[in-house]
């Protein structure tokens, strides 16, 4: 069946590194993707999304591509902040509107 | 608006209590959804819904009872708690055309 496959965590950084959290997907057919992103005792967030081959997905100086060849949608981002300090979770949803999640990456950045 | 509310944020049951967890949203989202989180499994899907009346099963719905008489509000009941649903439960909400769920905050269920 259809499944989202990320890196364990956690991940520690220091502020201003680069940051890449991978993913990858099993799917049939061509489902949209997605990154969300839950801050402490909070609810999940849309991050970004791509609903197709090769788009793009950015938001708050976050992106991933939608990579059909190799059935991934690695996030990455250019320089971290402390804030940036939450779980991380790749989904897709195929074409039965049913949302999969990954197990989440948890990201701690350090001053 | 207030989005996707839900009640109560905490809760300790004993085995064999019944209970249901309120979740409201106020965007007129036609799907709704009830999702457990536990840790090192990522979010699963208990019961979900497309509109007033219509309902299906998750990935782990066994335990789980749900209606959707209104738009706005789908409860999750539980018909008698188990160690095993001890979880963070959320409840989320979208528009039928959008990719975009909206999450609530969370219930922190516990059950000894």
């Known amino acids: 069946g259809d499944s989202v496959t990320q890196m364990e965590g956690p991940v520690t950084l220091s502020e201003e590194a680069f940051l890449t959290i991978n993913c990858t997907y099993t799917?049939?057919?061509?489902?949209?993707l997605f990154w969300y992103v839950q801050y402490p005792g909070e609810g999940l967030q849309l991050l970004l999304k791509a609903t197709k081959a090769d788009d793009k997905g950015s938001n708050k100086g976050f992106e991933a591509t939608y990579r059909k060849e190799t059935t991934s949608f690695h996030l990455e981002k250019g320089s971290v902040q402390v804030s940036d300090s939450a779980v991380y979770f790749c989904?897709?949803?195929?074409?039965?509107?049913?949302?999969?999640f990954g197990k989440g990456t948890r990201l701690h950045i350090l001053p | 608006n207030a989005g996707v509310t839900q009640t109560p944020k905490f809760q300790v049951l004993k085995t064999g209590q019944s209970m249901t967890l309120q979740c409201a949203q106020d965007?007129?989202?036609?799907?709704m959804s009830w999702y457990r989180q536990d840790p090192g499994m990522g979010l699963r899907l208990i019961h979900y819904?497309?509109?007033?009346?219509?309902?299906d099963q998750g990935e782990v719905p066994n335990g789980y009872n749900v209606s959707r008489s209104t738009t706005e509000d789908f409860p999750l009941r539980l018909l008698s708690a188990a160690p095993s649903q001890t979880s963070v439960y959320f409840c989320?909400?979208?528009?039928?055309?959008?990719?975009?769920?909206?999450f609530g905050p969370g219930t922190r269920l516990t059950v000894t």
């Open positions: 799917a049939t057919g061509y489902p949209s």
């Open positions: 965007m007129n989202h036609e799907y």
């Open positions: 989320a909400s979208r528009d039928g055309g959008s990719y975009e769920q909206y």
């Open positions: 819904s497309v509109g007033a009346g219509i309902t």
């Open positions: 989904a897709l949803e195929p074409r039965d509107d049913k949302i999969i």
